[in-house]
C-alpha cells in the first residue's frame, strides 16, 4: 500500500506560524505533483497550494505571501510553513500526490487530514 502521513496540525494563536508535514510512504518510485487541500464544515475542500516534480509551485490568493509549500524527493515528504496565521487558516488539512508506484498506475493519494486551528 501507498499511503500519505500528515502531521504537523495543531492549536495557533492569529499571526503564529505551524508547519505541515506529509509523507509518502510505501512502494513508490516517485511522486509527480503534491498539493495541500483544506476543509471546513459545510465548505468544500479547496486546494491551498501545489508543487510539481520540478518545483514550481502554485498558491491560492488567500494564503500568498505567507504560506511555502517545498519538497523532499529523497524523503517523499512535502512541506507546508504556514506564517502570519489567521482565525480564517482554521481547516482540516489534506495532502494530495500523484504518486508512481514500481508496478502499475499512478495513483492520486489523500492524507487522513490534520486539524489546523487558529484561535487567540
Known amino acids: 500500500q501507498v499511503q500519505l502521513v500528515e502531521s504537523g496540525g495543531g492549536l495557533a494563536q492569529p499571526g503564529g506560524s505551524l508547519r505541515l508535514s506529509c509523507a509518502a510512504s510505501?512502494?513508490?518510485?516517485?511522486?509527480?505533483?503534491m498539493g495541500w487541500y483544506r476543509q471546513t464544515p459545510g465548505k468544500q475542500r479547496e486546494l491551498v497550494a501545489t508543487?510539481?516534480?520540478?518545483?514550481?509551485?502554485n498558491y491560492a490568493d488567500s494564503v500568498k505571501g505567507r504560506f511555502t509549500i517545498s519538497r523532499d524527493n529523497a524523503k517523499n515528504t512535502v512541506y507546508l510553513q504556514m506564517n502570519s496565521l489567521k482565525p480564517e487558516d482554521t481547516a482540516v488539512y489534506y495532502c494530495?500526490?500523484?504518486?508512481?508506484?514500481?508496478?502499475?498506475?499512478?495513483?492520486?493519494?489523500w492524507g487522513q487530514g490534520t486539524q489546523v486551528t487558529v484561535s487567540s
Open positions: 494530495n500526490a500523484d504518486v508512481h508506484k514500481f508496478i502499475g498506475r499512478p495513483l492520486n493519494i
Open positions: 508543487i510539481t516534480g520540478g518545483g514550481s509551485t
Open positions: 510505501g512502494s513508490i518510485f516517485g511522486i509527480n505533483a
